[in-house]
């Protein structure tokens, strides 16, 4: 399994395991959205810790995901990304928005 | 100057193969003992070449994709990513960053990544005809003067 999916009451926690490309980023898509869909929360938080390789499908991803949390007046916060996700990230000049948070 | 070793895959575009690619262009350059980094720009600069392959040159159907990864003397790699699919009419505007003709899960992020995660990218194309895509990637001497070069 690519993803695995918690909720509490603070939100749902994504957690993305392995390699995220094209092939595998539909799974997580198709996983994450239907969640979603399903409790409509507050938070959204996709944890990057477990992925291994991320390329620019990745960036799709996230994108995606904080499109879909917003039309339901939620907010996608993204954790654990490694440095070399973080260049990615920064590459599409993401960094400026406020949902990454590695503290986390 | 001529290639100490060469290595050639052709496979059919379906997604299941965009982490075989990066993972067979990796093991052949492990021979060079890259570092890790380098060894990451490169399979994340082959995943984007082949994707896109997958994504945009070959969108209604099943194509051929083939690597083709030469290794010289100077520890320089060369990997061309060929489609024969539909082409790239404005290559220019292509490789611009945020360029996408890929709809929503795109970014048009590719060029960009591949631009900067290597050391010189090349790209030729005809409408109709297909796509080249040339990565190289210069791997650092490290322990390599240690091995019979
Ligand atoms: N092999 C190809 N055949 C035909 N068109 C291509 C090919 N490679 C790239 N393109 C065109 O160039 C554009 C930019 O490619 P790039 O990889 O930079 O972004 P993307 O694939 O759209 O998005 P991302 O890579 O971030 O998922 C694509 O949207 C597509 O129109
Ligand atoms: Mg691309």
Redesign the pocket.
């Known amino acids: 399994m690519a993803v695995r999916i918690e909720s509490s009451g603070e939100g749902m926690t994504a957690f993305l395991t392995g390699e995220i490309d094209?092939h595998t980023a539909r799974q997580i898509r198709e996983t994450v959205d239907a969640a979603v869909e399903k409790s409509k929360p507050k938070n959204l938080y996709l944890d990057f810790s477990e992925v291994g390789f991320m390329d620019?499908?990745g960036?799709?991803l996230i994108m995606g995901r904080f499109k879909l949390i917003q039309h339901y007046g939620g907010r996608l916060t993204v954790t654990g990304t490694s440095e070399r996700i973080a260049k990615i990230i920064s590459l599409a000049g993401l960094e400026r928005l406020d949902i990454f948070n590695n503290a986390q | 100057m001529k290639a100490i070793n060469e290595m050639k895959v052709t496979f059919p575009s379906r997604s299941s193969n965009e982490s075989f690619a990066r993972s067979v262009v990796a093991s052949f350059v492990a021979q060079l003992d890259p570092a890790v980094d380098e060894l990451v720009d490169i399979r994340t600069a082959v995943s984007?070449a082949v994707?896109?392959?997958i994504?945009?040159?070959y969108p209604d159907n099943i194509g051929e994709v083939t690597i083709v990864a030469r290794i010289y003397p100077t520890g320089r790699v060369v990997i061309k990513v060929r489609?024969k699919?539909?082409?790239?009419e404005n290559i220019e505007q292509?490789?611009e960053p945020l360029?996408?003709?890929?709809g929503e899960e795109?970014?048009?992020?590719?060029?960009?990544?591949m631009d900067s995660f290597t050391d010189k990218l090349k790209v030729t194309?005809k409408k109709g005809k297909g796509?080249v895509?040339t990565l190289e990637k210069y791997i650092s001497m490290r322990q390599r003067q240690a091995k019979q070069f």
């Open positions: 094209h620019s499908s960036i799709g | 984007e994707t896109n392959c994504v945009h040159a489609d699919g539909i082409g790239i292509a490789m360029f996408t003709t890929g795109r970014y048009g992020l590719g060029f960009s990544v194309s796509t895509v």
